[in-house]
């Protein structure tokens, strides 16, 4: 079972570069999460798809654009990136129902120089 | 809003020492309250949660936790740590039918042999 699967695992950029980070899950899960995780910090949650069709912001969205493309998969796309956004992001999925259990992905590690 | 605040950031102990980390959050309504551990470069795993019922949980590896309503806490224990346990230790909880995690900032724990 692959569970929610994050690409790539490691990328560098430059300031003002753009990427997408992708991310995909096999559980049919209706929400999808896209979290950042900063020394000291513990994990922000940038993004939320509640459903297909569905996302709103969370703690700290600016910067970041997301894009449901269907049931399995959630984009985080980074317009232009600046060294602020150098973190480790993890995707993570619910399912629907009261059981609010996330299951999360193994990260990407992002660096922005 | 929710938040979520763990006491102690970073924790040394000896193996078969005893731990507890603290937890607390203020949220008015009913909760869910979940422990998520992070293994050394690995994606954070549901360690245990709350959702309703008895408020002692008790969650993989031996660990368990005491959901304290009055006192707004979800503190985390194990009777004797193992050098395995060596880890982050993240708190998070959710009102009653939200869709998003608030997670604490984390602790880290160093279980020495």
């Known amino acids: 079972n692959a569970g929610v699967t994050q690409t790539p695992k490691f990328q560098v950029l430059k300031t003002g570069q753009s990427m997408t980070l992708q991310c995909a899950q096999d559980m049919n899960h209706n929400s999808m999460y896209w979290y950042r995780q900063d020394p000291g910090m513990g994990l922000r949650l940038i993004y939320y798809s509640a459903s297909e069709g569905t996302t709103d912001k969370g703690e700290v969205p600016n910067g970041y654009n997301v894009s449901r493309l269907n049931k399995r998969e959630f984009s985080l796309r980074l317009e232009s990136a600046a060294p602020s956004q150098t973190s480790v992001y993890f995707c993570?999925?619910?399912?629907?129902?009261?059981?609010?259990?996330?299951?999360f992905g193994a990260g990407s590690r992002l660096t922005v120089l | 809003a929710q938040s979520v605040s763990q006491h102690n950031h970073h924790v040394i102990l000896s193996e078969a020492a005893s731990l507890e980390l603290g937890c607390n959050y203020s949220?008015?309504?009913?909760?869910?309250l979940f422990w998520y551990v992070q293994y050394p470069g690995q994606h954070l795993q549901l360690l245990l949660k709350?959702?309703?019922?008895?408020?002692l949980v008790k969650g993989i590896k031996g660990f368990e936790a005491e959901f304290i309503k009055s006192k707004f806490s979800f503190n985390l224990r194990k009777p004797s740590v193992q050098w395995s346990d060596t880890a982050e230790y993240f708190c998070?909880?959710?009102?009653?039918?939200?869709?998003?995690?608030?997670f604490g900032k984390g602790t880290s724990l160093l279980v020495t042999p």
């Open positions: 998070a909880v959710t009102g009653l039918g939200g869709y998003a995690l608030n």
């Open positions: 709350y959702f309703s019922g008895d408020p």
């Open positions: 949220y008015g309504g009913t909760v869910n």
């Open positions: 993570a999925s619910r399912a629907s129902g009261t059981d609010n259990v996330l299951t």
